[in-house]
């Protein structure tokens, strides 16, 4: 059973930084491209970042380029995000997400980043 | 990148069919075959419904069904069901740089 497990979400005031891991587990992690997806409260689903198998292709949204880094580590089946420059759009739950080239088929629970004063 | 436009909310009765459509440009939607259906319940993950515009994951009901028509998406229920409340989700690839869109959601109200 395919299973993304979020970690590193919490309360961080402006202009601050977090890391957000995602393990994964049932499946060959190596062999998949990631995402990072984020939802905002009481709005909608919005794309954030995408990393391919082998980390050689990397893109970001243009509402986080500049101020988030994806990256991975096939050995220990994990995925990473690096949050720097927080701001209170920022605040969102953010979801690991697996994909499998034509679709985004699995999801963690998410964990939730508040920016916040 | 621009959002996927969806009605905010639609609803049915028991049995009956609704319809929620997703409209994109022909920088996605328009260019892809390759619209995915998400349902979310309060509070829970998504869940893939349809992929490829009309392809079920193994274990989705036969009564979710999804097609599409130039730059609009739809996503078809039939014999509503309670448990099918939630918010759907479409989801459009968009390109090499910007993979993925995402719809603004539409809440299913089951009367």
């Known amino acids: 059973e395919v299973q993304l497990v979020e970690s590193g979400g919490g309360l961080v005031q402006p202009g601050g930084s977090l890391r957000l891991s995602c393990a994964a587990s049932?499946?060959?992690?190596?062999?998949?491209?990631m995402n990072w997806v984020r939802q905002a409260p009481g709005k909608g689903l919005e794309w954030v970042s995408y990393?391919?198998?082998?980390?050689?292709?990397?893109n970001y949204a243009d509402s986080v380029k500049g101020r988030f880094t994806i990256s991975r580590d096939n050995a220990k089946n994990s995925l990473y995000l690096q949050m720097n420059t927080l701001r209170a759009e920022d605040t969102a739950v953010y979801y690991c997400?697996?994909?499998?080239?034509?679709?985004?088929?699995?999801w963690g629970q998410g964990t939730l980043v508040t920016v916040s004063s | 990148q621009s959002a996927l436009t969806q009605p905010a909310s639609v609803s049915g009765s028991p049995g009956q069919s609704i319809t929620i459509s997703c409209t994109g440009t022909?920088?996605?939607?328009?260019?892809?075959?390759?619209v995915s259906w998400y349902q979310q319940h309060p509070g829970k993950a998504p869940k893939l419904m349809i992929y490829?515009?009309?392809k079920r994951p193994s274990g989705v009901s036969n009564r979710f069904s999804g097609s599409k028509s130039g730059n609009t998406a739809s996503l078809t229920i039939s014999g509503l069901q309670a448990e099918d409340e939630a918010d759907y989700y479409c989801?459009?690839?968009?390109?090499?740089?910007?993979?993925?869109?995402f719809g603004g959601g539409t809440k299913l109200t089951v009367l």
């Open positions: 022909s920088s996605d939607v328009g260019s892809y075959n390759l």
């Open positions: 990393i391919s198998s082998s980390s050689t292709t990397i």
């Open positions: 989801c459009s690839y968009a390109g090499s740089s910007t993979p993925w869109v």
């Open positions: 049932g499946f060959t992690f190596s062999s998949y491209s």
């Open positions: 490829e515009g009309s």
């Open positions: 997400a697996r994909e499998s080239v034509t679709t985004v088929t699995n």
